[in-house]
Each structure stands twice: as C-alpha cells, then as structure tokens.
C-alpha cells in the first residue's frame, strides 16, 4: 500500500500563483504513471494532467497553457505548478499513482485526500 499526501493547496487570489505538491510514502514515481485532478462543487472531476514514469506528460487541452506537472524522484514527490489562477481553478484537487506492481503483477491505482485551492479576491 501507497500513501499520497497532497499539500499546497489554499487561498489565493486571481492571477496567482500556487504548487502542489503530492508526496508518496515509497519510491513510485519511476514506474506509475502520476496525474492531478481537480473536482469544483457540483461539477465532475476532471483530468488536468498526467506524467508517466519516463517523463512524458500529458494535459488537458484546457490546461495546458497555465498548469505544470513535475516529478523529484529523490523526494518520491510529483508538483503542479499553477499560474494565473482563475475563480474557476476553485476545487479540490487530487493526485494518484496508477501502474502495476512488479512483483505481484497486479494493477494499482493510489489516490490522496486532496487539497483545497480557493481563487478569489
């Protein structure tokens, strides 16, 4: 069993800037596939981006333009940069780890609590 801990998350205001960061409790990164969403009240979750254990990223096309995802393998800790913040960035975001264990061969999918970004003036 993994653990993901996000943190980072807070008030801040429009134009802003914030990093998340989402740090596993074991060296995961190297193989999982990393990625961040984001749930808003009364809206679905949504994929913002992912990053797979050989460095290739992905993002949403909405995201793509303000939201960064990085990895320290040292630190078994994945980032996302977020810039010029919008009311709309509001949410709960999430990281998770998805792969498949190399000794069991089983797949997993590893989710954190999440953290509050608030984007208001």
């Known amino acids: 069993q993994v653990q993901l801990v996000e943190s980072g998350g807070g008030l801040v205001q429009p134009g802003g800037s914030l990093r998340l960061s989402c740090a596993a409790s074991?060296?995961?990164?190297?193989?999982?596939?990393a990625g961040w969403d984001r749930q808003a009240p009364g809206k679905q979750r949504e994929l913002i981006a992912t990053?797979?254990?050989?460095?290739?990223?992905n993002y949403a096309d909405s995201m793509k333009a303000r939201f960064t995802i990085s990895r320290d393998n040292a630190k078994n800790t994945v980032y996302l940069q977020m810039n010029s913040l919008k009311p709309e960035d509001t949410a709960v975001y999430y990281c998770?780890?998805?792969?498949?264990?190399?000794?069991?061969?089983?797949?997993?999918?590893?989710w954190g609590q999440g953290t509050q970004v608030t984007v208001s003036s």
């Open positions: 998770n780890a998805e792969g498949i264990d190399v000794w069991t061969l089983k797949p997993y999918n590893y």
């Open positions: 074991r060296n995961i990164f190297r193989r999982a596939t």
């Open positions: 990053m797979h254990g050989n460095g290739t990223k």
